[in-house]
């Protein structure tokens, strides 16, 4: 079983939208969860960063963690055709385990 | 202060080909880790390094050799390169602190045919 799982998706919507983006883990003693950025032939940069349970909002960004499902959530208001990228989930275990990736698009 | 930095961009090589990838940082971080992302493979883990003088083995470390001599860099080795390892790959330091954040590279595109 892989530590991370995500929806690759791809996932298309209209400008204005709520965009969910999800992901399931398999060790519930991780303790902090990321999502990156990826835009298209960059690296990935850090998007948010969340420790232990809970919500953290940022922006029109939310980041949500569920640890009795083990089921971590990036939550976009009022999507913009600039959030068009590729969304990965990420763990710190022991090294860093990321999810495969979430391609988006906002159509505007 | 550049960041991380990754030369080349692109390279082609032939099959049994060797070379190096550079990365170099300025952000005087102990840990750097090389990574490599394939189409819904997401990042691999290929080496990573806790310090100077110190490397270990990630997911996928055949192929690939890696050294740390200094703080500020980290190359990659591909010893006898395969279409196998037509890829991009990442380097990235991690800064431990109030974000716990990894910092990445721009990338390089490596074909091999």
């Known amino acids: 079983q892989k530590e991370v799982e995500q929806d690759p998706g791809p996932l298309s919507v209209p400008e204005g939208a709520i965009v969910s983006l999800n992901c399931t883990y398999s060790n519930s003693a991780f303790q902090y969860f990321m999502w990156y950025r990826q835009y298209s032939r960059k690296g990935p940069e850090l998007l948010m960063y969340?420790?232990?349970?809970g919500n953290k909002e940022d922006g029109r960004f939310t980041a949500q963690v569920d640890k009795s499902s083990k089921y971590i959530s990036l939550f976009i208001r009022d999507s913009q055709p600039s959030d068009s990228a590729t969304y990965l989930c990420?763990?710190?275990?022991?090294?860093?385990?990321f999810g495969t990736g979430t391609s988006l698009t906002v159509i505007p | 202060n550049a960041g991380v930095t990754q030369t080349p961009k692109f390279q082609v090589l032939k099959t049994g080909q060797s070379m190096t990838l550079q990365c170099a940082q300025d952000m005087n971080h102990e840990y750097m880790s090389w990574y490599r992302q394939d189409p819904g493979m997401g990042l691999r883990l290929i080496h990573y390094?806790?310090?100077?003088?110190?490397?270990d083995q990630g997911e996928v470390p055949n192929g690939y050799n890696v050294s740390r001599s200094t703080t500020e860099d980290f190359p990659l080795r591909l010893l006898s390169a395969a279409p196998s390892q037509t890829s991009v790959y990442f380097c990235?330091?991690?800064?431990?602190?109030?974000?716990?954040?990894?910092?990445f590279g721009p990338g390089t595109r490596l074909t091999v045919t």
């Open positions: 990420a763990i710190l275990g022991n090294q860093f385990y």
């Open positions: 390094s806790v310090g100077a003088g110190i490397t």
């Open positions: 969340t420790y232990s349970s």
């Open positions: 990235a330091t991690y800064s431990r602190g109030l974000r716990d954040e990894q910092y």
